[in-house]
């Protein structure tokens, strides 16, 4: 998406140099006494977009600047492939339903190429995450269909210091206290994604 030609485009240096601006300037803002972490794409899922080839330089470059303490890794584009970071079922009704009547009407329409179905993966960012947990050494979090404890315990095991969950603690948000006290070793979410669409309503 960043087609820019000036100092905060084209180069790897270029395309970071926006928010590397303002890693800086929320580091500088909060102090020491605040764990700054930065969420961070991997990939755009998109053909022509952004890849491990670049974004693996950029990921190097943020870290060497020292101005967070932690890297959230995720992938995808919410304006050319909304189901990327989702994966699983396209609620396309419920999309539709949440809408101004005139956007449902173009979501029938445009909906399969916006929202396209990716089949849901435990864990689907992992093999790419592996990339940046050999390149770099900042504490990374692990995130993307995470619903099941053996997976925490193999992304710990392969040193990522976090993971993340959203749709499995939405399902069941006393989740994590039942895998600490094994009474449960996979969420109850079935990846309908039927919560999404809540966000606008």
């Known amino acids: 998406l960043n087609k820019r030609s000036d100092k905060y485009g084209g180069s790897i240096e270029g395309r970071t140099a926006f ?3 303002v890693l800086e300037a929320v580091r500088t ?6 764990a700054v972490i930065a969420k961070f794409n991997m990939t755009d899922g998109v053909p022509r977009g952004l890849w491990l080839d670049e974004s693996l330089p950029m990921a190097k470059l943020i870290e060497s600047d020292g101005t967070i303490h932690a890297m959230q890794l995720t992938g995808g584009s919410s ?6 970071f989702f994966r699983g079922d396209v609620p396309m009704k419920e999309f539709q339903a949440s809408q101004p009547k005139v ?7 445009y909906g399969p190429k916006i929202f396209p179905k990716i089949p849901f993966e435990e864990a689907f960012f992992l093999p790419m995450a592996r990339q940046f947990r ?3 050494k900042i504490p990374l979090i692990l995130l993307g269909g995470i619903n099941r404890l053996d997976t925490i315990e193999t992304a710990l095991d392969e040193g990522f210091e976090f993971v993340a969950m959203g749709r499995a603690l ?4 006393h989740l994590v206290r039942k895998f ?3 009474t449960a070793h996979e ?3 079935i990846h309908c994604n039927k919560c999404m669409p809540t966000i606008y309503t």
């Open 180 to 182: 600490e006290e094994k």
């Open 170 to 173: 939405l399902r069941d948000p």
């Open 187 to 189: 969420g109850l979410c």
């Open 103 to 109: 956007v449902g009407w173009g979501l029938k329409v």
């Open 19 to 21: 928010p590397r601006r």
């Open 134 to 136: 050999e390149e770099l």
């Open 29 to 34: 803002a909060v102090g020491e006494g605040v």
């Open 79 to 84: 304006l050319l492939n909304g189901m990327y």
